[in-house]
């Protein structure tokens, strides 16, 4: 859907005629302007914020980002302030109020990253690095660019967060900077909510959200700035994403380690006991055999399933790009298979291997479940469904480790923990609001990629906190990705390439400055 014809059918279902206001579109002007004339200041304030250390469980480090955060959106505009909570990351909460405003828009970003091993990173994670395009693509490092010196979009930033999630901080900035220069007005009331706690599982969010429950309250729709673009390298939205819980399966053998000369043939191989149990949740293309598995996904609207029938090929690209012959669930895409429950095998130990490797049967075996849920799934059923099925395979679960007397009674036995984590959530593409959302981003992303560019997608196969908001606050919310597919978020090199950072100030451009509809 074009915005012509976005605009045409919101005005069909409100029953009014849609004027675009004439600021709203000078608005993007005055913003890409002043993006063009900041380039390289604007790319040496994101590296200033990279250079601030955001491992959430690193309270010292922590407080600095968020600080330096707030003072950030302060110097725009934005009345700015830390909500905090003993021993958890403070929240970075703002508002920037509109008189006249007849909506209001929620952003959500959160500024905490992953965990580091430096001995991983090309270079330090955070000490921002600026490459001439992709590792990858053969790009070489060189210095950041000086005031009024031009910025090639192609060059690539890497530290930690990059792609996940300070891209979507670095663009807002200048946007609220161009306002103030060029006298822009926003069209909403705007709340910024920064979760300093995203990547550890963002367990005091309820919480900061009940403390501005009534400014919460007044919020229309909530706008995620998180994730990637699509895999084609085209912009997206999406309006739902995957829950995730862990789960931990332990099988034993002897109460100690095992010489495999002696005892090899003999004591109870706890590697294979393993093995062979993970064999019976999966088949061979990948579908999880534990009955019940399927069962409770919701459907996807119509809206939804005309989104996914429109979304672009990306399969066999993508398995060219990972060197990957087959993948799971073919001949269903990818973009089918994230709207169904994952199970997945994150890890195994038994014993050691390489230069550790000793000749043992191991006392144990361990192994690490990542499951993802979609929307239907409750994660405590699911979690019954898979200790049902480690049940009807001949084993005894327990919860903690087994004494003695259990190890004799019992031939085969699991210890069983974990098991919490987010639900999915989804917002209906249908909602007035949304419809407003996907006309602005239309609009953005056309400048920046063409026009058609937009890609709707029904989910996100990553997981965020949106069911608190969704769920819980009853609000409905929009994923607007801005990284690069190929950020490398979560893992080593982490990158933004720069024009998806230029994109991003289009989008929120847009976004901000979007006509208001009267429903």
């Given at each position: ?20 206001p004439l600021h709203a579109q000078s608005g993007l002007e005055v913003v890409r302007s002043y ?358 395979e001949g084993f005894h679960v327990v919860t903690e480790d087994p004494d003695i007397n259990t ?34 981003a239309s609009v953005a992303a056309d400048r920046a990629f063409g026009s058609g560019s937009l ?65």
């Amino acid at each position: 859907m074009n915005t012509l014809q976005t605009l045409t059918a919101i005005s069909f279902i409100a029953g009014v005629t849609v004027a675009v206001p004439l600021h709203a579109q000078s608005g993007l002007e005055v913003v890409r302007s002043y993006r063009e004339n900041h380039e390289a200041t604007i790319l040496n304030d994101f590296a200033e914020l990279l250079s601030y250390p955001n491992r959430a469980r690193d309270t010292e480090d922590i407080q600095r980002a968020a600080t330096y955060i707030r003072d950030r959106l302060r110097s725009v505009g934005v009345d700015s302030k830390l909500l905090e909570i003993d021993g958890v990351p403070p929240l970075v909460y703002g508002e920037l109020l509109v008189d006249g405003a007849e909506r209001t828009l929620g952003i959500y970003v959160h500024y905490d990253g992953q965990p580091v091993d430096p001995s991983n990173w090309i270079h330090p994670p955070f000490e921002p690095t600026l490459y001439t395009a992709s590792m990858e693509a053969g790009g070489e490092p060189r210095a950041f660019p000086k005031t009024g010196e031009s910025v090639n979009e192609e060059w690539r930033v890497y530290a930690r967060s990059a792609g996940d999630d300070k891209a979507p901080i670095a663009a807002i900035l200048p946007v609220l900077s161009a306002f103030q220069e060029g006298n822009i007005t926003p069209t909403s009331n705007l709340i910024f909510f920064f979760d300093g706690e995203e990547e550890a599982g963002s367990r005091n969010l309820g919480q900061y959200m009940d403390m501005q429950a009534d400014r919460l309250s007044e919020i229309d729709v909530w706008l995620f700035f998180d994730g990637p673009a699509h895999q084609s390298g085209r912009p997206q939205l999406t309006f739902g994403v995957r829950g995730s819980m862990g789960m931990e399966v332990t099988v034993y053998g002897a109460t100690r380690n095992l010489h495999s000369g002696h005892y090899g043939n003999w004591a109870p191989d706890t590697g294979n006991i393993l093995a062979r149990l993970l064999a019976t949740m999966k088949d061979e293309e990948g579908r999880v055999l534990i009955d019940g598995w399927y069962d409770t996904v919701e459907p996807l609207g119509t809206e939804e399933q005309a989104a996914l029938e429109a979304m672009p090929p990306v399969d066999q690209e993508l398995k060219r790009e990972l060197g990957l012959v087959w993948t799971e669930g073919e001949p269903e895409t990818l973009s089918e298979r994230i709207l169904l429950p994952a199970l997945n095998i994150r890890g195994i130990t038994s014993g050691n291997t390489g230069s550790l490797a000793r000749n043992v049967i191991p006392n144990e075996a361990i192994a690490s479940l990542g499951i993802r849920l979609v929307k239907g799934n409750d994660a405590q059923m699911m979690r019954r469904l898979v200790i049902k099925h480690i049940e009807r395979e001949g084993f005894h679960v327990v919860t903690e480790d087994p004494d003695i007397n259990t190890r004799l009674r019992y031939s085969r036995i699991a210890k069983v923990t974990g098991g919490g984590g987010y639900p999915a959530a989804r917002t209906e593409m249908s909602n007035l609001y949304v419809q407003e959302v996907i006309s602005a981003a239309s609009v953005a992303a056309d400048r920046a990629f063409g026009s058609g560019s937009l890609i709707l997608a029904p989910g996100l196969g990553g997981t965020l906190p949106l069911y608190l908001f969704t769920d819980v606050a009853g609000k409905p919310a929009v994923n607007v990705p801005v990284a690069n597919h190929d950020n490398n978020q979560h893992a080593p090199n982490e990158n933004l390439r720069i024009a998806n950072l230029w994109y991003a100030i289009d989008l929120y451009a847009a976004l901000l400055t979007m006509p208001v509809t009267v429903f």
